[in-house]
């Protein structure tokens, strides 16, 4: 059984930084791709970003020069450096794991930007 467990959110003032993680465990392998999505209040769930083997990225274009995925292969932990944090931005952040084409995730984390 897979199982994926974020840590890291909190509350921030708006301009704060955070550094969110996620660590997988159990039985995963042949991972595809490791990413973090986030769902803010009344919206849908979205990109924040995310990186597949070989090191490629992809960001949402809202956090681009903001945000920073990285992936610890050892651990198998991904991680996302968030700065400048937007009041907007307020939402639960999600980690998810493609592993052979199914994808895992956690229950997320909560990041609150205040203003």
């Known amino acids: 059984q897979v199982q994926l467990v974020e840590t890291g959110g909190g509350l921030v003032q708006a301009g704060g930084s955070l550094r969110l993680s996620c660590t997988a465990s159990?039985?995963?392998?042949?991972?595809?791709?490791m990413g973090w999505y986030r769902r803010a209040p009344g919206k849908q769930r979205e990109l924040a970003a995310a990186?597949?083997?070989?090191?490629?990225?992809n960001y949402a274009d809202s956090v681009k020069g903001r945000f920073t995925i990285s992936r610890d292969n050892a651990k198998i932990m991904v991680h996302l450096q968030i700065n400048r944090l937007k009041p907007e931005e307020t939402a639960a952040y999600f980690c998810?794991?493609?592993?052979?084409?199914?994808?895992?995730w956690g229950q997320g984390t909560q990041v609150t930007v205040s203003s």
């Open positions: 998810r794991v493609n592993s052979y084409g199914f994808d895992h």
């Open positions: 159990g039985d995963i392998f042949g991972i595809n791709s």
């Open positions: 990186m597949v083997n070989g090191g490629s990225t």
